[in-house]
């Protein structure tokens, strides 16, 4: 007799598994950057950024420069990341970028509003189920895939002093499917009538950005900017309320699941950074940022199953007191310390035309453990190498009061193999090896008014 409602067990299966971990990552730029620009020169632009990249490296750079600026750019990064010697599945990502800088004055006083875009250019929002025991790319998989939108204002109160705040906005979900009808136990196909309903809710969380900027001399500047932590939980509810049929005197059948399951992580952190200008054609910049990864919550969904269905006498029917749900479980990441180092030198200048050249390093330590438990989120350490161009157009009078800059950037990461060696001999993943590189580049546009 169970073996004929198969269909509706398949059914409710379906509906468990929407409740399977999802991802916990932080923003599209913290992975690959914002700007070509600034991710030729390794990120490390806290301290002296001014360009529309600023929205996300350091609102406090957006009114250093008092210029109008309109930027639009696009990138293309490709993950070639094995285990064990085989191609993992992890898309490529790209994404569309836009940036504005306006500059206001009050008096003596000097202003400047900002607002930065990342789009994807594939899907707005992109989510996986994880899978426990199926090895993963947690910090590649989706991270990438979400839209990024910042809003910043900056203050100069002296000219030696910038200070800058914003908010950047996110969208947890509340997904409910309801199910309701009746399901023929031997003609599901045909007799059945089950009816479904869909609904979603999308609201929107907000977490602070905060900056400094701080110019001693003409050729040092410092820089510092903090990001606060956000935490998107999604809420899935599955509801069944089904009759099964077929078998004499209708079997009411009441099932829920109500899953909160953290999509979307980003830890609070820090940078702190140096810029130093020997010349007026050489450019030198540090940087190390602080990430606060110890906080991260369990990405296993906290998920409650209750089965309700009551039989008439004398058909044997198993049904269980309850179901075994998930249990969040901790994943053990520990802080990281991420060290950048930027070089830019001017190649041509003249009253017309200047043409830059760029190069960045970054060192990304990986704040996952090895997996040697039941858990299988993946991820190596990271060194990044960035090469970039940039082309300034200055005499543009009539047609532009102004400035137009074209900038190229590309990057490479190489993710040094790690061994994940399992503490039991009946593991049913195994141990395994990951390794990789990345790949990608873009460019960007900028028009700045005088």
Not at 50 to 68: K, M
Not at 389 to 400: A, E, I, K, N, Q
Request: charged share 20%; hydrophobic share 40%.
């Amino acid at each position: 007799m169970v073996k004929r409602i198969a269909p509706l067990a398949l059914l409710l299966g379906a509906l468990a598994a929407l409740a399977l971990p999802g991802e916990a990552h932080a923003t599209p730029p913290d992975t690959h950057g914002f700007f070509s620009r600034s991710i030729s020169l390794g990120g490390a632009v806290t301290a002296d950024v001014e360009d529309a990249s600023a929205n996300y490296y350091n609102p406090a750079g957006l009114v250093r420069s008092g210029q109008l600026r309109l930027s639009i750019g696009y990138m293309d990064v490709h993950h070639f990341l094995e285990l064990n010697g085989q191609r993992s599945d992890v898309e490529r990502h790209g994404a569309l970028i836009v940036g504005l800088v306006a500059p206001v004055n009050l008096g003596d006083a000097r202003f400047a509003f900002g607002l930065g875009l990342h789009l994807p250019d594939q899907r707005l929002a992109r989510t996986r189920s994880a899978v426990v025991d199926r090895p993963r790319w947690e910090m590649y998989d989706t991270r990438p895939g979400r839209i990024y939108l910042a809003t910043n204002l900056a203050f100069s109160p002296v000219s030696w002093l910038t200070l800058g705040v914003g908010i950047t906005f996110q969208a947890p979900s509340e997904l409910t499917l309801d199910i309701r009808g009746d399901a023929d136990a031997f003609m599901p196909d045909t007799q059945s009538r089950l009816e479904h309903q869909f609904r979603g809710d999308l609201t929107s969380i907000r977490y602070p950005q905060a900056g400094l900027q701080i110019r001693p001399h003409e050729m040092i500047s410092i820089g510092l900017a903090y990001r606060g932590s956000f935490e998107l939980r999604n809420t899935i509810i599955a509801l069944a309320d089904a009759n099964i049929t077929g078998v004499g005197e209708p079997i009411p059948l009441d099932f829920s699941l109500v899953a909160i399951t953290t999509s979307m992580y980003g830890p609070q952190q820090a940078s702190l950074g140096f810029a130093f200008d020997p010349t007026s054609r050489l450019h030198f910049s540090v940087e190390l940022t602080w990430y606060d990864w110890s906080k991260h919550p369990s990405l296993i969904a906290d998920q409650e199953i209750i089965l309700r269905a009551d039989p008439p006498p004398g058909l044997n029917i198993d049904i269980p007191d309850e179901i075994t749900s998930l249990e969040p479980l901790p994943l053990g990441l520990h802080d990281t310390w991420v060290p950048r180092i930027g070089v830019e030198v001017g190649l041509v200048e003249t009253d017309a035309v200047q043409v830059d050249g760029r190069l960045g390093y970054v060192y990304e330590n990986s704040p996952f453990p090895a997996q040697t438990g039941i858990l299988n989120f993946v991820d190596n350490d990271k060194h990044t190498f960035s090469l970039g161009f940039g082309l300034t157009l200055s005499d543009l009078r009539p047609t532009l009061p102004g400035t137009l800059r074209f900038d190229v950037h590309g990057i490479y990461s190489y993710l040094p193999a790690r061994d994940h060696v399992k503490t039991s001999t009946v593991d049913p993943v195994g141990d395994y090896r990951s390794a990789g590189h990345l790949a990608g580049g873009g460019a960007a546009l900028e028009i700045a008014f005088e």
